[in-house]
């Protein structure tokens, strides 16, 4: 997943994914599995739905959990920020999906009627793993490095 070059708390860590996807005139299958598609182990899977036009999601970053998140029906946006940097994914395929390494920043918006954003995470929840305020963020992430 990583490029060379790339760190975790960077955003240049984090990257597209493309998950198989079996084409079939019935209905297509997408399918997922831990250290293989998605680079941990998947210990909890979480989704958001029924979320207001207009609203948002996110607004905190992990120091410890990877996540993929997939678009499972409809369309959002997730901006990535790494306290440099900020990247804009628009997520709107269920076989793809957008891998976020720990230490970056994350929001998401432009929910479309109906989405369903799924998440897998390398950990089970432990707020302790949060960080809720960006300004502690940028401070911890720049004294990491």
């Known amino acids: ?8 708390g960077e955003i240049a860590s984090c990257k597209l994914v493309r998950l198989p996807k079996i084409s079939d005139p019935r209905g297509n299958l997408t399918y997922v599995e831990g250290n293989d598609h998605v680079p941990f182990e998947i210990q909890r899977v979480y989704y958001l739905y029924d979320v207001p036009v207009g609203a ?26 790494d306290g440099q940097t900020k990247q804009r994914y628009h997520l709107d395929r269920p076989y793809r999906g957008l891998y976020v ?3 970056i920043w994350r929001e998401l918006d432009n929910f479309s009627t109906g989405s369903v954003c799924m998440v897998l995470a390398s950990e089970r929840y432990d707020e302790g793993d949060y960080y809720r305020d960006y300004e502690e963020y940028v ?5 990491a490095l």
């Open 1 to 8: 997943m990583n490029s060379g070059t790339s760190k975790i």
């Open 56 to 81: 948002e999601r996110g607004g905190h970053a992990h120091k410890e959990l990877h996540q993929v998140i997939i678009a499972m029906s409809g369309s959002f946006d997730v901006v990535l920020d």
């Open 101 to 103: 390494c720990p230490m």
């Open 139 to 143: 401070r911890d992430r720049d004294a």
